[in-house]
């Protein structure tokens, strides 16, 4: 009996000395594992060492009120690692080599060491406060998100296997993607970038790059973009003319003065409210399949060119008052350097429009009313001994004032009482 019992105390520390329990402090981290069949396969109220290095496959603890992920280093097979919106002020994932997926997003995280996990395909850590982040080793990585945090530089130059890019909302004050050939996705709104080059992003579909300081933008490369929100900017110009799949297109709040999108055949949401647009064509053929559009806040546009006037108007109601549509503006062409050097008054007019410029005195002037729909209702020549024309047959409203002298071309907004 007595050697049964040695025996017994035996075999009980051999079981002890040889089975290691993994430190777990954070006690709801310990519950969710411990209740995870496929971790806890003795089904005992610990995690050992044997259970956690045999585990392969995805631990998912989000939203679970955690603050400590200590243990975790323990899972060194572990290949995916979900725990967002939790507590978390560090983690250590330095032992966790075989991980290829980590979202820790929504947390209070400061910094985060991804370097020994060199087969990381993706990476979310956003809604942080990390205000470094290294992703260097990692040349697998094809989906890297990194918004709401306090980055102020970003190197992805190494990851050229990277498709999606989700850096908005940081300190980023440049942005270097020349070698990201695969990139699809592009988000770095919010940052304060003055220059971003997709020159070499041929493969572009959806690109954000929202409240920067850019000054210009060049998508000319990018032929496969279908979603382009560049707004709150400093852009004075912008060609989309070989960006034939764009459907959604947001570049409000900058300086363009003029947009031509008729070649954008697929565009079915256009904001280009907030600019000094005089020239605006968006006769693309596609209009009845819009979803949205408004120009609203451009208050030096009058004609705006579109596939049917009377349906624009109908439907499209965000323009300024003195703006119509039409579907034959008169665009593309060079206005006077100065148009003051040409005056018409009264405005609003009653039977006659004054026409007033040095320049009729060595000069004529060649001038053509149009009404709302485009339509010509009045076209004169006026001399030095003829600076007037007579409007008393026109209808009441609102017209456009086409007048072309040998210096070139001004258009004025004409309102008939």
Not at 22 to 45: E, H, Q, R, W, Y
Not at 53 to 78: C, H, K, P, Q
Not at 312 to 325: P, Q
Not at 333 to 361: C, D, F, G, Q, R
Request: one cysteine or more.
């Amino acid at each position: 009996m007595l050697l049964l019992i040695i025996l017994f105390a035996i075999c009980g520390f051999g079981y002890k000395a040889f089975t290691q329990i993994v430190n777990i402090p954070d006690a709801n981290f310990k519950a969710a594992l411990v209740s995870n069949s496929s971790i806890n396969t003795n089904g005992d109220g610990e995690i050992q060492t044997s259970e956690a290095a045999a585990f392969s496959g995805s631990i998912d603890v989000n939203n679970m009120s955690i603050a400590d992920l200590t243990g975790i280093e323990a899972f060194t097979a572990l290949t995916y690692l979900f725990c967002t919106d939790n507590q978390l002020t560090n983690l250590n994932i330095s032992a966790n080599t075989a991980l290829t997926y980590l979202n820790c997003g929504s947390n209070q995280i400061t910094s985060l060491d991804v370097s020994a996990n060199n087969v990381l395909a993706t990476l979310w850590c956003v809604n942080n406060q990390i205000t470094s982040l290294n992703v260097s080793a990692n040349t697998a990585l094809s989906s890297l998100g990194c918004s709401n945090n306090q980055l102020t530089s970003l190197d992805v130059s190494g990851n050229t296997a990277l498709t999606e890019l989700y850096c908005n909302n940081n300190q980023l004050t440049s942005l270097n993607v020349s070698a990201n050939n695969a990139l699809i996705d592009l988000w770095c709104g919010y940052n304060q970038l003055t220059s971003l080059d997709v020159s070499g992003n041929t493969t572009l579909k959806r690109l954000l790059c929202y409240v920067n300081q850019l000054t210009s933008l060049n998508v000319s490369e990018s032929t496969a973009l279908t979603l382009l929100s560049c707004g709150y900017n400093q852009l004075t110009s912008l060609d989309v003319s070989t960006n034939i799949a764009l459907s959604m297109m947001y570049c409000f709040d900058n300086k363009l003065t003029s947009l031509n999108v008729s070649g954008n055949v697929a565009l079915s949401d256009l904001y280009c409210f907030n600019n000094q647009l005089t020239i605006l064509n968006v006769k693309n053929g596609n209009n009845i399949n819009f979803i949205d559009f408004k120009a609203i806040g451009n208050p030096n546009l009058t004609c705006i060119n579109v596939d049917d006037s009377i349906w624009s108007t109908a439907n499209w109601t965000n323009i300024d008052a003195g703006a119509y549509f039409s579907e034959n503006c008169y665009t593309g062409i060079p206005s006077l350097t100065n148009t003051t050097e040409i005056k018409t008054y009264p405005n609003p007019a009653n039977n006659e429009l004054k026409v007033e410029s040095e320049m009729l005195k060595v000069e004529g002037f060649n001038l053509t009313m149009y009404d709302l729909f485009g339509k010509e209702v009045l076209s004169t020549e006026i001399t030095e001994n003829e600076q007037s024309i007579n409007i008393s047959k026109l209808a009441n409203g609102l017209y456009t004032l086409k007048i072309i002298t040998d210096s070139g071309i001004t258009v004025k907004k004409i309102i008939k009482n």
